[in-house]
């Protein structure tokens, strides 16, 4: 038996999955946001999934809302026997969590119950959590509380950003659908239900989030640079303009002199390889950085060109 799969995703996480069911399964439809403005020239543009959907002449749906009836109309006509959603980026309704037999299952970036919500892969990275995963659940109508249908954990390394960390649980979670979907159809799987006692959450990530804290120790600022790469990115001020910092090493060793002549949390002081800035708690190695209006950039070369910026402070 053929089963009809309907996919609901949006960003580049989702596309792995999808290629997966185009692979394994009849998918009769794809369903993702609205185009977006994107770009200096803010012209609206497909998402990653509408592309690939477009490429394999798939059927597309993009409505601005599961609620509205004309959409839940047009979904219910491509008769799904199941929809696998990634990433979608829209809460669903009742009215489609109820409508195919197999129900809804989401392929989540995280080990549930740990990091519910949007920014799971970004919130494991701040946590300094040492591994993550990908799992698979059946959803209900709270805010990823469904049922485990299986997982997969992933050790986080020290260069993870939330771009290549997330890249490397798409393929995982697209790897784990395909081994876990035959069996969820074939009945052969017995949903288990979450701790709630373990649960946490990732809320969506807010661009001010990115403002840097040099009171904060630098371990913590390091794991920020790359929780929030490249997205919104980490950011500090130089000379009134921002300045984001793209990759940054905590110092293994302690500053010298931490007591009352140290100098004040932001100043900027000469690393044995470049700038490094004084925070809390140790030193932050800036190694790549992106003044305002250009592009990144070697931070030893943007030291050289800016002057003051060593023996400065950031803010």
């Known amino acids: 038996m053929t089963h009809r799969v309907v996919f609901m995703g949006t960003p580049q996480f989702a596309l792995p999955a999808l290629q997966t069911l185009i692979e394994n399964y009849s998918v009769v439809g794809v369903v993702t946001q609205p185009d977006r403005p994107r770009g200096r020239g ?50 669903l309704p009742t009215t489609v969590l109820d409508l195919p037999p197999a129900g809804c299952i989401n392929v989540h970036a995280s080990l549930l119950p740990r990091w519910r919500g949007a920014a799971p892969v970004a919130a494991a990275i701040l946590a300094g ?92 600022i390091a794991r920020k640079v790359r929780a929030f790469y490249p997205w919104p990115g980490a950011f500090t001020h130089w000379q009134d303009k921002p300045l984001k910092i793209l990759r940054a090493v905590a110092a293994t060793e302690p500053l010298s002199g931490e007591d009352d002549r140290r100098p004040a949390t932001g100043t900027v002081i000469a690393g044995p390889d470049g700038p490094a800035v004084v925070t809390g708690r140790g030193v932050l190695h800036l190694y790549e950085v992106q003044p305002a209006g250009r592009r990144p950039m070697p931070a030893d070369a943007f030291a050289r060109g800016a002057r003051g910026f060593v023996g400065g402070r950031l803010t």
């Open 42 to 91: 803010r012209k609206p543009q497909p998402s990653p999934v509408k592309k690939l959907a477009q490429q394999h002449r798939l059927p597309v749906l993009q409505p601005a809302s599961l609620r509205d009836p004309e959409a839940l109309a047009e979904l219910r006509n491509l008769r799904p026997d199941v929809i696998v959603v990634a990433a979608f980026g829209q809460i």
């Open 129 to 220: 959590d040492d591994t993550t995963g990908v799992t698979i659940m059946k959803m209900d109508a709270g805010l990823d509380t469904g049922p485990i249908l299986s997982q997969r954990s992933l050790a986080i390394t020290p260069q993870d950003t939330r771009e290549s960390l997330t890249a490397r649980l798409a393929r995982l979670g697209a790897d784990l659908l395909r081994d876990t979907l035959p069996d969820w159809l074939a009945g052969a799987i017995e949903p288990r239900p979450q701790d709630e006692s373990l649960a946490t959450y990732a809320p969506q990530i807010k661009k001010e989030q990115g403002h840097i804290n040099w009171r904060e120790p630098a371990d913590d």
